[in-house]
Nanobody, 119 residues
Framework: QIKLVESGGGLVQAGGSLTLSCAAAGRIFEDFGMGWFRQVPGKEREFVAHITWSGGVTQYADSVKGRFTISRDNTKNTVKLQMSSLKPEDTAVYYC????????????WGQGTQVTVSS
């Protein structure tokens, strides 16, 4: 099992930037792919970005491509999401997720951090 704790959320104006961080503890960090998801009330959690265990491959939702960057530091057991050119529709609770490499499923989640983008 891996424990995930997000930080860095807050209120930002449209066009601004924000960086979310996720600290992992527990099992070996390199055993997990890592990702960011987001959820607004009344909607399902949606994929934002993914990074492989080595950091060599990243994937993004079309809605954030070119604006968000995911990265990880396996020496510090952290994964970050750098968000720029933020839009009001980026407002959501952002969750860090750990992907079990054997099953390919996101099995572990943080508690979430609120990001609010004002217009």
């Amino acid at each position: 099992q891996i424990k995930l704790v997000e930080s860095g959320g807050g209120l930002v104006q449209a066009g601004g930037s924000l960086t979310l961080s996720c600290a992992a503890a527990g099992r070996i960090f390199e055993d997990f792919g890592m990702g960011w998801f987001r959820q607004v009330p009344g909607k399902e959690r949606e994929f934002v970005a993914h990074i492989t265990w080595s950091g060599g491959v990243t994937q993004y939702a079309d809605s954030v491509k070119g604006r968000f960057t995911i990265s990880r530091d396996n020496t510090k057991n952290t994964v970050k999401l750098q968000m720029s050119s933020l839009k009001p529709e980026d407002t959501a609770v952002y969750y860090c997720g750990g992907q079990d490499l054997v099953r390919g499923l996101y099995l572990y989640w943080g508690q979430g951090t609120q990001v609010t983008v004002s217009s």
